[in-house]
């Protein structure tokens, strides 16, 4: 019997058992939309550590006051920048930044924003691209000038949408004048807990004079010459701030260093156990689903045994008997499959409303395509082959 | 073309049950000729359904050899069985043996399909308005007396024009108007040339043969026309 004949034969034993069919499907239907909202899942996490860090540099060292451990007060100041340009000789650049809440307002709106002091060189330190405008410069800095750079979103809350020129408008911090001198393309990620299109930058030295006062402890923003200085900048800063603070060797540091490299490490490694762990879950789903298949196969092919030995009597080789059964597990697991992915691909939209981030993905179609197919091969196999193998005169006898 | 469609020689079947090997057929030697209605008759368990198993291409013998049209079957594989199951012989059974979800139309392809026949539909209706059934093609066995479901049977043996046409009890399971409509069809196609054998435990519908061959405990008590020959007749050319 030719295969496209035996096929039929297949979707036929298939459609003639619709209910318990469609019930040996549900394992793979649910194994297959699993593995689509994995991948989905899994290459959404990917995709937004990716966008959160893209704009970060590996060498992106942050230095800031130890919020644990440490029972006197942090000595973590400005000083430090110079502390760090002199000592650390695997260290670039160094800029610090201190940040607080303040009342921002421009005409009638009134926001309470994060605004954060900061010299030029954070710019440079974390790749900021401007829409309008330019940043802050060491002018501004040392002559304390009110000037703001404002971050996409804060523009757009302040000065309302579809704003062609914000650069030059006046805005009120804290009741004090201040003059936009920028707007940052936005860049849609926050880092830590600061977001930069919420946020509104202003010149270190006026943000201590003005608006955040000099007790606010700073965090300091360095960058590593290169990839491999990371590591001995680490050590280099910590000596350097340990010896400027007079720390005793039985003391805790007073501050923590971090560098941005370990942190992306960190959550790619996260996203990556997370995968991993909803891989497993699916093809457990997926081998239950086909254990599933392999129990009511061999529950078939003994109801059939009648059958089969009529067929054998016919005419039927036993590959003819192998490849109908095994069709049929195939045909269960693959429209298993094709609903399984529907069942996946429509839950995805859903994920949305709980802020999870997925991607859509042919990676994602092909490899619950293959699973459900394999499942169906290698589950329907064992049946198939007992009915193959059946003993034609005893099949006939059968009752 | 052979004269003798079967030629059996020797036959011996043993079968082993646990401990012991139980021997079933001893030593039987017979021939049948084409066009020939045969019937196969004993008690139960004198072998004589598995003599028909073997001349079936279902069982291979123990011991000796069986030509079917010349052909010595003993040393074919598996596969080139089914196809001579398929091409030269015709099975109607005791318990009709029709799949219960198909037609009694779908139920006579099944052979041809093996063959991937296009015209299978068309052979189908054919042997089924023959056997008086044009008018249920599309009906299910389930829906059939035990006659009808027979006679789609016989369709069905018949849909592949086979050489022989093998019958285990093919009255056992009706009643007896069913069971004269059925002889009734075997003696036409009997005149039509066609070779029957039939297996029956039922004198009555045995006398209906041409022949019988009677089995006693696994040997032939009588009916060996004799006419088979330890020199073969057959030629291998053929």
């Known amino acids: ?399 | 073309m052979n004269e003798n469609i079967v030629q059996l020689e020797h036959i011996h079947k043993e079968f082993s049950m646990g401990k012991n090997t139980v021997q079933i057929l001893k030593d039987v030697n017979t021939s049948i000729r084409r066009g020939e209605f045969v019937a196969i008759m004993g008690a139960s368990g004198s072998g004589k359904s598995t003599l028909l198993n073997i001349i079936g291409c279902l069982d291979k013998p123990t011991e000796g050899t069986y030509f079917l049209d010349g052909q010595q079957i003993n040393d074919l594989n598996d596969d080139e069985l089914a196809r001579i199951r398929n091409r030269k012989l015709g099975f109607i059974f005791q318990s009709f043996n029709l799949l219960p979800y198909y037609t009694a139309q779908k139920n006579v392809e099944v052979s041809l399909a093996y063959q991937n026949r296009k015209d299978r539909s068309l052979i189908a209706k054919g042997l089924l308005e023959r056997v008086g059934l044009g008018h249920r093609l599309n009906h299910k066995p389930a829906e059939m007396s035990g006659g009808e479901k027979q006679r789609i049977a016989i369709a069905r043996a018949l849909s592949t024009n086979p050489d022989l046409l093998l019958a285990d009890e093919p009255t056992g399971a009706l009643d007896s108007k069913s069971g004269i409509q059925v002889m009734g069809l075997f003696k036409e196609l009997h005149q039509e040339g066609k070779t029957i054998i039939m297996v029956t435990h039922d004198r009555e519908i045995g006398e209906q043969a041409e022949r019988i061959i009677m089995f006693k405990d696994g040997r032939i008590e009588y009916g060996d026309t004799g006419n088979h020959s330890l020199s073969p007749r057959w030629n291998l050319a053929q």
């Not at chain 1, 809440?101 to 060189?121: H, P, R, Y």
């Not at chain 1, 750079?149 to 805005?171: N, P, R």
Request: proline share 3%.
């Open chain 1, 1 to 399: 019997m030719g295969i496209l004949e035996t096929i039929r034969l297949a979707l036929d034993g298939i459609w003639l058992n619709k209910v318990r069919s469609f019930l040996t499907m549900l394992g793979i239907i649910i194994g297959t939309a699993t593995i689509i909202l994995v991948v989905a899942v899994g290459l959404g996490s990917k995709q937004s550590v990716d966008n959160q860090f893209s704009q970060m540099s590996v060498t992106t060292i942050y230095v800031m006051a130890s919020n644990t451990g440490s029972p006197i007060p942090t000595k973590l100041s400005s000083k430090d920048v110079a502390v760090i340009k002199e000592n650390c000789p695997s260290v670039a650049a160094v800029a610090p930044q201190i940040s607080g809440k303040a009342a921002v307002s421009a005409g009638s709106n009134t926001e309470s924003v994060t605004v954060l002091g900061v010299t030029e060189d954070y710019q440079s330190l974390t790749n900021l691209k401007f829409s309008s405008g330019s940043f802050l410069t060491q002018e501004s800095v040392t002559t304390k000038e009110k000037i703001a750079v404002l971050g996409a979103d804060i523009a757009e809350t302040l000065f309302g949408a579809g704003q062609v020129e914000i650069v030059g408008q006046t805005l009120n911090i804290n009741n004090k004048k201040f003059t936009v001198g920028g707007v940052i393309e936005r860049k849609g990620e926050t880092l830590g807990n600061t977001s930069i299109d919420d946020g509104v930058f202003i010149p270190y030295t006026t943000a201590q004079s003005y608006i955040l006062g000099t007790t606010v402890t700073p965090r300091l923003t360095v960058q590593a010459k290169d990839l491999a200085s990371v590591k001995s900048a680490l050590s280099e800063i910590a000596t350097a701030l340990r010896e400027a603070h007079k720390l005793r060797p039985n003391m805790a540091d007073d501050f923590r260093v971090v560098d941005a490299g370990s942190k992306v490490g960190a959550a790619q490694e996260t996203a990556r156990t997370m995968s991993v762990l909803l891989i497993a879950i699916a093809t457990i789903v997926l081998v239950v689903g086909g254990i599933g298949i392999m129990n009511v196969m061999l529950v078939s092919v003994r109801e059939r045994t009648k059958e089969i030995g009529t067929r054998r009597a016919l005419g039927a080789r036993k590959k003819d008997v192998l490849r109908q059964f095994l069709f049929e597990a195939i045909g269960i697991s693959m429209f298993g499959g094709v609903l399984g992915v529907g069942l996946g691909e429509a839950v995805i939209p859903l994920l949305k409303y709980l802020e999870i981030e997925t991607v859509r993905s042919m990676q994602g179609l092909v490899i619950a395509f293959a699973f459900s197919g394999i499942v169906g091969v290698f589950f329907g196999f064992y049946p198939a082959k007992k009915a193959a193998d059946s003993n034609p005169i005893e099949a006939l006898r059968y009752e």
